[in-house]
């Protein structure tokens, strides 16, 4: 469903500036907001993963990546990380490429074993710009280690002995949210 949000130019641009080292707060991207109301028709947008994970770092007071290590990735015993300096196997990573000029290049994560420099300036302050760790798809992880995560979707949110979402989260979000 169309939540008010939108990819555009001035997401693009706040994309740039947010990985340039000085992350603008959340709130500047006023012009990524649409004035449809949400639900009144569908629009994919990368941005509303931006302001979900910006709202898990407000009332936690944790860095979405740490949020979500210490709450899904350590419970499922998973290798998990949205930020690539932080993986311990870094010379396993597979690298992301685009087919340009006439020849496979690699477009992210290409280190050659060599760990990363953190994409999260050291000073960054939970709940300003939960898009430094690209909750909308940055997260790296073995297929091995998101099927932990998916037997435990597939569990009503529970793996082993414990939970790691409420039922009733899980049930919403197997409600069809846009049906043509």
Do not use: C
């Not at 449809?36 to 994919?44: C, D, E, L």
């Not at 990368?46 to 302001?51: A, D, K, P, R, T």
């Not at 091995?144 to 037997?151: I, N, P, T, V």
């Amino acid at each position: 469903r169309v939540s008010g949000l939108k990819d555009n130019q001035a997401y693009a641009d706040f994309l740039s500036r947010t990985f340039s080292g000085a992350p603008p707060a959340l709130s500047s991207l006023r012009p990524g907001f649409t004035r449809r109301a949400p639900g009144k028709g569908f629009s994919y947008s990368n941005l509303g993963y931006g302001l979900i994970g910006t709202l898990v770092e407000k009332p936690s007071g944790d860095r979405f990546g740490d949020y979500a290590k210490r709450h899904i990735f350590d419970p499922l015993g998973m290798k998990a990380s949205f930020a690539a300096a932080d993986l311990p196997d870094i010379e396993r990573l597979a690298a992301l490429y685009l087919w340009k000029r006439g020849a496979w290049r690699a477009q992210a994560d290409d280190f050659r074993g060599r760990r990363p420099k953190s994409l999260v300036p050291p000073r960054y302050k939970p709940g300003h710009n939960g898009i430094v760790y690209a909750p909308h798809g940055g997260i790296r992880v073995s297929v091995l280690d998101l099927s932990k995560l998916l037997r435990a979707l597939m569990a009503n949110g529970t793996h082993g002995k414990g939970r790691i979402l409420k039922e009733k989260t899980v049930r919403l979000m197997r409600e069809p949210q846009w049906v043509v």
